[in-house]
Structures are given as structure tokens and as C-alpha cells.
């Protein structure tokens, strides 16, 4: 029999973002993080996708799992926050955002295969961060998700602390991301930060030579 | 770096007829665990935790998973107690032999090769994930690390076992080159708690021995000693 293969695998593997997502909350906002790669089986289709994704001005996704059931949630929930905004004339809660992406992952769950993190700023709790993996929702202090998550639990158990300025934040946030995009392979490219607070909402990447090396590199 | 990353298997079982014994005495004795292994000048420090899981029952919660393999070469053990433990005594025999042929005392790197040579010869009957470590005159402290498979690879700080997966961003931000003895006890010390806490499959104490031309020394950290993080 000859072994060679019909097709290209990333032609009928699925897409996904094997990835590494991570937001923070600080006092008086969040920083949220995510990597760039999107895969296809062994083939990397995108190598600079931006997995933060906007729910509103001040209410991010951060997107991984399947990309499609991560995108078309963050889609559909960017437009009923949209109404639900203009039916209450004001800015949406972060925990609105969060139940919204909760009811889909939870209706859904044996369909879709997709974890959000939803991080924001709203007037009436300041920065806040909600994982809604499985379709729970929990407010956290900080979360992270994705494949590449696993491998760096212990390095986050070890260095949060309470109280860490919006500076240490993004530096938590950068270091984390380097760390697991340097152990897992469906997590690399750049960097993207995005920090939200009362004032500002601040896109931010970091390309691959600026991100922090370590002991093996 | 391959790892031997280790999930338990728990076997789905449909047949009633195993109402009359119970779920975890059918499921295989598993180290799902946490070892660790540290180079420092002078010596190596090594570390693991003390579960050892029947399915989801814990058949031994103080195991010692470091195993003296000569007098100044440990292994810590993860994956199959009983694969490990009869490659570790067979190497043991073969070290010891080989040892008395020599009139000296084995090389770290000579207990890893026949450590190597028995996990891929048989690799698909075994499940073991080794982390051979010690002392020996000609090169000092060493940890070479034998996942599942039979890879054998020499490196200057290592993990192992199920809870491992969680502890590698810990590992590579908080290991220098250079580190001291008490620094590399402080790393593992933290690096195994933070494991343990996460992963199901580790838990009880931390066991620990150092290794150095001065001879092996021993110790164990209870639970409530263990370090405290935030988050917990």
C-alpha cells in the first residue's frame, strides 16, 4: 500500500486555536492577553490572529477552542449586547457580557467546543474578569484558558499576588504568555495585550523578538 | 522537550456483574505524579509527591517514588508503579554488577543508559517516565530525563509525571544556571507544592533527598508545611 496522503491535513482538519488566553483584573480595570496562532492539524493557517475580541468599548473576549464556534459567539454576543445596550441607554455591565456568552456555551455545550474569558471595565464594579468555560460563570480575579494554559498554572499560582498595579499586571500578563507559547506548540506568533480602564481602551502587540526569553533560550 | 505527561485511565465499565467489587481494585496501581530533578554545582536535588492512585481511590498517599538505584544515583519514578518498580530493580542489579566488575563507583550517566536501554527495548509494554539522577566524580551532579518511549536526553533541570504539565512556566522563569544547593530545595519545594495543588493525581508530601560527594541526604515536607501561594 502506498503511503502517501491524498490530501493536505489542514485541508480537512478542523481550525482551531490550540492558543493561550489570560486576563487580569487591577484596581480600576483589566489587562487581557492572548498568542497569535490558529491551526489546522500540524499546519498553522494564521500566524498573527488577534483572539481578543471586542463585545463593546469596554468589554473584551478573549477567544479559544474551535475558532469558528469562538468567533460566531463573540459575533452573536457583540450584537445582543449591542440591543441590549441601546434598550437600557447606557454602557453594559462586564457581567451582562458574561451571562450572555455563558447562556450560548451552556444551551450549546455538546456542540460547541469554545471557551471565553470576558474581561471589561463598567462604572458600577470597576475591572472585572469572568471565565465561562463549560458554561459556568465565575467571577475571578484573573483566568486563563486554553491549551496552553496547562503549563502555566503553577507559575501563575506562584507569582499572583493582590493588589498588583496596572504595570504589573501587563508585565504578569506578557511573562505568562511567553512562558506557554515557549512550552506549547499550538500557541505562538506575537503577543496581543489589551488593557481597559475608565479612560482608555489600549490595543497593544508584541512581536516575537520582544517577548521575554528564558533560561533555555 | 518530550515530557512524560500522564492522565489516569479510568476504564468505562458497563457490565453489572462488577457491583461485587469495587471500581478501583480493577484499575491499574498508577503514579500519577510529580517528580522533579535539579543540577547544581556540587550535586543534584530531587523531588517528588507521595500519591499513588488505583483509579480515583488512593492506595498510597505517603509513596516513596525516589528510589535508590546506587549509592549516589536516585531515580524518581512516574507512570506504571509496577513497570517502574521492576525496571528500577533490574537496573539496581545491573548497576551493582557492573559496579563490582568496575572496582568503583558507577557513573550517573552508565544507570541512565540502562535505564534507557530497558524502557525502549520495551516500549510498548511499559508505561514509564524516569528521571535518573546523582553524583559521580567524573561529571559532577547530573539529571538525565528517560520519558516513555526510551528517549534519553541529559538536562540541567527536568519534570515529570501527570502534575508536570502544570509546572513548566514555573520551572522555566524561576531556574537560573548557577542556582545553590538550598536554592534548587526552594525551587522544587515550590514547584511540587504549586503541582500538587493542581493536578488530582499528585498529592500528600513532598519527599526530597540531595545528592552529593558527601553521601545522600534525605527529607520530607508534611503537608501543613508545605509553601503557601495566594491564590490558594
Known amino acids: ?217 | 522537550m518530550a515530557a512524560a505527561s500522564m492522565m489516569p485511565i479510568f476504564s468505562q465499565n458497563v457490565s453489572s456483574n462488577s457491583d461485587l467489587v469495587p471500581e478501583w481494585s480493577r484499575q491499574e496501581v498508577s503514579t500519577g505524579t510529580t517528580i522533579m530533578a535539579v543540577e547544581y554545582d556540587g550535586g543534584v536535588v530531587v523531588g517528588a509527591d507521595s500519591r499513588t492512585t488505583t483509579g480515583a481511590y488512593i492506595a498510597n498517599r505517603v509513596t516513596d517514588k525516589l528510589t535508590r538505584i546506587h549509592d549516589r544515583i536516585y531515580c524518581c519514578r512516574s507512570g506504571s508503579a509496577a513497570d517502574t518498580q521492576a525496571i528500577a530493580e533490574v537496573v539496581s542489579y545491573q548497576l551493582g554488577f557492573h559496579s563490582i566488575e568496575l572496582d568503583e563507583p558507577p557513573l550517573v550517566e552508565t544507570a541512565a543508559h540502562l535505564f534507557r536501554a530497558s524502557c525502549y527495548r520495551y516500549r510498548e509494554e511499559l508505561m514509564a517516565g524516569i528521571l535518573v539522577a546523582g553524583w559521580d566524580r567524573r561529571k559532577g551532579g547530573q539529571v538525565y530525563c528517560v520519558p516513555i518511549g526510551g528517549m534519553l536526553v541529559r538536562q540541567p533541570v527536568s519534570v515529570g509525571g501527570s502534575g508536570s504539565s502544570y509546572i513548566y512556566g514555573f520551572m522555566d522563569s524561576n531556574y537560573k544556571p548557577g542556582l545553590s544547593k538550598d536554592q534548587c530545595l526552594d525551587l522544587t519545594t515550590k514547584a511540587l507544592t504549586l503541582a500538587m495543588e493542581r493536578d488530582g493525581s499528585s498529592g500528600g508530601v513532598v519527599r526530597l533527598a540531595t545528592i552529593s560527594e558527601d553521601g545522600v541526604e534525605r527529607r520530607v515536607i508534611l503537608g501543613d508545611q508545605l509553601p503557601k501561594f495566594s491564590t490558594h
Open chain 1, 1 to 217: 500500500m502506498l503511503g502517501e496522503e491524498a490530501e493536505p491535513q489542514w485541508i480537512s482538519e478542523e481550525v482551531k486555536t490550540g492558543t493561550t488566553i489570560i486576563a487580569i483584573e487591577f484596581n480600576g480595570g483589566v489587562v487581557l492577553g492572548s498568542d497569535s496562532r490558529v491551526s489546522a492539524g500540524d499546519s498553522v493557517v494564521n500566524r498573527v490572529m488577534n483572539k481578543l475580541s471586542p463585545l463593546h468599548d469596554k468589554i473584551y473576549c478573549a477567544l479559544s477552542g474551535s475558532a469558528a464556534d469562538a468567533q460566531t459567539i463573540a459575533e452573536m454576543v457583540n450584537y445582543q449586547l449591542d440591543v441590549h445596550s441601546l434598550e437600557i441607554d447606557e454602557d453594559p455591565q462586564v457581567r451582562s457580557a458574561a451571562t450572555l456568552v455563558k447562556n450560548i456555551s451552556y444551551k450549546y455545550k455538546e456542540e460547541l467546543s469554545a471557551h471565553l474569558i470576558v474581561a471589561g471595565w463598567d462604572r458600577r464594579d470597576g475591572g472585572q474578569v469572568f471565565a465561562t468555560l463549560g458554561g459556568l460563570l465565575t467571577r475571578q480575579p484573573f483566568a486563563i484558558g486554553g491549551s496552553g494554559s496547562s503549563y502555566v498554572y503553577g507559575f501563575v499560582d506562584a507569582e499572583y499576588r493582590r493588589g498588583m498595579t496596572k504595570e504589573e499586571c501587563q508585565k504578569f500578563v506578557v511573562n505568562t504568555l511567553a512562558l506557554a507559547m515557549n512550552r506549547d506548540g499550538s500557541s505562538g506568533g506575537v503577543a496581543y495585550i489589551v488593557t481597559i480602564d475608565e479612560h482608555s481602551t489600549d490595543e497593544k502587540v508584541i512581536l516575537g523578538n520582544d517577548l521575554p526569553t528564558f533560561f533555555d533560550q
